[in-house]
């Protein structure tokens, strides 16, 4: 078959004007082309397998007023939350017990002295409780180099920073514009990261009001160019509660932010093969197997909530969060999905990004 899209599937690595060309395949055909050759990639470099990680999610209280997200700071309807030692530990303890290997501390954004400290606290008794076994990663916004350092010492490994945009003037219309959404201060956060140690993660938002296919394509190159250890993608939803939804007309249809984030997942593993992909939760909202389908597509990662479900309803970041599901229901439908049916979920291992390893040796 004499196809453009198959031609640029066989190089080595893929031009801008390439990559704005896979994103815009239309047919099934040419979209199954990218998908088999993803899969051709996640099966050589990484196998059929899905490493897990408990999330909790630690706070909801959030210094930042991101304009597309459910708990800015702006957002007076939100009742704010933090989860006690006990009740992060009791979660941690669950992870451990089900044999998990690892925890993601996800929070709202704070950088006062109580919350830093709180974080390192939590991650030496997390260590300890699991002789030094669950793995730790945070996502717990943009921090200070010392800080960043502070809580690599204690045992945090893998952290998550999305750019949510790489490019700085779609950054500033989702964002408000000051020193506290500063987006070379994120830049600087990310290579922090790096230099503490990390594994660093980071990702964007697709199918938000105003990005084209070129600002994918850029993002992914950027993520490549900045040599990410693991990517975290998802589809934008819009929440009542923001001020970017007004903007709800000018965003591509449910299913073609679902598409396009698949697509986006596929390329980059095909682009970067040996990273960690997240099936993000959002997936879910936009379609009952979505993350199912993000597996498929090249993912790896999965991240069951394990926060007690008491405090999940004031986590909604977007609309229609799938919040109530409980870890090991949604780990049974992953069991059971024919779909899903030659793929393995690790049990106790770290299940660190290869693409770290490699480069660490
Ligand atoms: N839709 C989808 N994802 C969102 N996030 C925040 N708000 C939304 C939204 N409305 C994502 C951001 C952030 C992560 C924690 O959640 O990418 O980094
Ligand atoms: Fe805070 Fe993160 Fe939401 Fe921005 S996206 S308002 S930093 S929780």
């Known amino acids: ?3 453009k899209v198959l031609e640029i599937l066989k190089k080595e690595s893929f031009t801008r004007e390439e990559i704005i060309r896979l994103l815009s395949v239309q047919t099934e055909v040419e979209k199954n082309l990218i998908f088999e050759k993803a899969a051709e990639v996640r ?12 999330l909790i999610e630690y706070s909801n209280t959030c210094s930042k007023n991101c304009l597309y997200c459910g708990i800015r700071s702006g957002n007076p309807l939100v009742s704010r939350y933090c989860l006690n030692e006990e009740e992060v530990l009791s979660c941690s303890k669950y992870a451990y017990d089900q044999n998990y290997g690892s925890v993601v501390i996800q929070s709202g954004e704070r950088s006062d002295k109580h919350f830093v400290n709180s974080i390192d606290n939590l991650i030496r008794r997390i260590k300890k409780l699991s002789n030094g076994e669950l793995g730790i990663t945070l996502s717990c916004g943009e921090q200070t180099e010392e800080t960043y350092r502070r809580w690599f010492e204690s045992g945090a490994h893998r952290y998550l920073l999305r750019i949510e945009s790489s490019n700085e003037e779609l950054y500033y219309r989702i964002h408000p514009q000051d020193v506290n959404h500063d987006f ?11 230099s503490a140690g990390y594994q660093v993660g980071s990702g ?7 990005q084209t296919d070129e600002n994918l394509a ?19 939803i819009e929440h009542p509660e923001t001020p970017l939804y007004n903007f709800r007309n000018e965003i591509p249809e449910p299913k073609t932010r679902f598409e396009k984030t698949l697509l986006m997942i596929a390329i980059i593993r095909i682009m970067m093969k040996n990273i960690n992909i997240a099936a993000s939760t959002a997936m879910d909202t936009l379609d009952k197997e979505g993350r199912i389908k993000a597996i498929i ?17 004031n986590y909604l970041i977007y609309k229609d969060k799938p919040f109530i599901i409980e870890a090991d229901e949604l780990l049974v439908r992953f069991k059971s999905s024919p779909l899903l049916k030659d793929f393995e979920i690790i049990q106790g291992k770290w299940g660190d990004s290869p ?4 480069k660490s040796v």
């Open 1 to 3: 078959m004499s196809n």
């Open 204 to 210: 964007v938002m697709v199918g938000l009001p105003f």
């Open 184 to 194: 070379n201060k994120r830049l600087l956060a990310l290579n922090h990261l790096k």
């Open 297 to 313: 597509a090249g993912a790896n990662v999965l991240m069951p909530n394990i926060t007690p479900i008491k405090y999940r309803e």
């Open 218 to 236: 850029d993002d992914l190159l950027f993520l490549q160019k900045i040599d990410v250890d693991m990517v975290g993608m998802g589809p934008y």
């Open 43 to 54: 099966e050589k470099h990484i196998g059929k397998t899905i490493a897990l990680r408990g």
């Open 355 to 358: 693409h770290f390893k490699n």
